[in-house]
């Protein structure tokens, strides 16, 4: 079988490297908020070019941490709208919600899979506070408009870079592009830990300062809690492995954007859409979906043929069952995404002659 994504293939790559890394730690005797997370917000800092990076617990927190932070700054308040994409993986929306802020779910276009531009300005009303900008499959998601309309509305532009982490758009990172971002490094991200993380990362010092006590009780000096705060720090142990794993993320993204080039110069079946071109720098792969009529169909011929794949998302999050005041909300274009997409498996290590057998099982369908 040719799996999805082999994380136990990706990371015995670097065993040697990670059992020294978290050798370090365990011999340490310091496991929070130490040298390793310290090491680890430069690296990320380096690799960013620019901004600064506070290690946290997870993707979601980085996000809600955002939207936190905003509030107590008094650029946000309770019931005020951000806009997001309709089409996201439902962390998005939770970061907004459990802030008590209202998500206004704009639709994506069908070429990108991401915000549809020309939606966004019709869908700005006078408690607008912000865009949140998904990078959706890891492919950036921007636009000289988004500038703009900040610029017009008076609004934030936080970037859920959960998903693109090493993608650019005119040499600027992703995570670089808006007021904040967040990141995830949950195993199966392009820079994934051995458990859960994730990070912010913003030139707003004062944001930065804010987020920072927020994810540690509140507090930026020991048993002052300025802050009604959560605990979401990173642990050393992880931030070990991703000071390991950081090394080598660019030349992972050029296996993906190998793989990436392969399927779409050879997959050739009219019952399947591939994604539609873009410049290199600006798609990290994080999935590469296709769309077919009959997606079931298609998943279980592939499986037949050995080939596993998932759905990268089967039901929209203005369909979940947690959020009831959306159910009825029509969303044709993101409910026809979730209705027809598949992921085929695309990561740093396959080999050539998976991806030819995945091409060719494709080609015959
Ligand atoms: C993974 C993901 C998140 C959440 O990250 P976690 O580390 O799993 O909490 C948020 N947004 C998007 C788009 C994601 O893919």
Redesign the pocket.
């Known amino acids: 079988m040719i799996k999805f994504l082999d994380l136990q293939k990706i990371n015995n790559q670097y065993s040697e490297k990670l059992i020294e890394a978290a050798t370090e730690v365990i011999n340490s005797g310091w496991y929070l908020l130490g040298k390793q997370v310290e090491k680890f917000e430069e690296n990320l800092e380096n690799f960013q070019k620019g901004g600064n990076a506070i290690a946290v617990a997870?993707?979601?927190?980085?996000?809600r941490l955002i939207f936190k932070a905003y509030i107590e700054m008094g650029i946000m308040n309770e019931g005020d709208e951000i806009i997001v994409p309709a089409n996201?993986?439902i962390?998005?929306i939770l970061?907004i919600t459990d802030n008590n802020l209202v998500p206004v779910l704009v639709e994506p276009d069908l070429e990108t899979y991401n915000l549809d531009i020309n939606l966004i300005e019709k869908n700005i009303t006078s408690k607008t506070k912000a865009i949140m900008v998904?990078?959706?499959y890891g492919r950036v998601c921007w636009h000289e408009k988004f500038e703009y309309l900040a610029e017009k509305y008076n609004l934030k532009i936080i970037e859920?870079n959960?998903?693109a982490i090493g993608g650019s758009w005119n040499n600027i990172k992703t995570g670089n592009l808006g007021d904040a971002a967040?990141f995830?490094?949950?195993p199966?991200?392009n820079l994934g830990a051995l458990g859960?993380?994730?990070a912010v990362t913003t030139k707003d010092i004062e944001l930065e300062k804010i987020i920072r006590a927020l994810a540690n009780y509140g507090s930026a000096q020991k048993y002052v809690n300025q802050y009604q705060g959560l605990n979401s720090r990173m642990d050393e142990i992880q931030a070990a492995f991703l000071n390991v794993k950081l090394n080598f993320l660019n030349s992972e993204t050029q296996q993906r954007r190998k793989i990436a080039s392969f399927y779409l110069n050879n997959i050739k079946n009219d019952k399947i859409t591939l994604p539609s071109e873009t410049i290199e720098d600006e798609h990290v792969w994080?999935v590469f979906i296709i769309r077919t009529d009959d997606r079931e169909k298609l998943q279980s011929y592939l499986i037949e043929n050995e080939i596993q794949t998932l759905v990268h998302y089967p039901i929209p999050p203005h369909k979940q069952v947690c959020y009831p005041q959306m159910n009825a909300l029509s969303l044709p274009v993101t409910e026809k995404i979730h209705r027809e997409v598949l992921s085929l498996p695309i990561s740093p290590v396959m080999t050539i002659e998976e991806v030819k057998k995945i091409v060719e099982v494709l080609n015959k369908y």
């Open positions: 997870n993707g979601l927190d980085a996000l996201t993986y962390a998005s970061a998904v990078h959706l859920d959960a998903q967040g995830s490094f949950y199966g991200k859960d993380s994730g994080h």
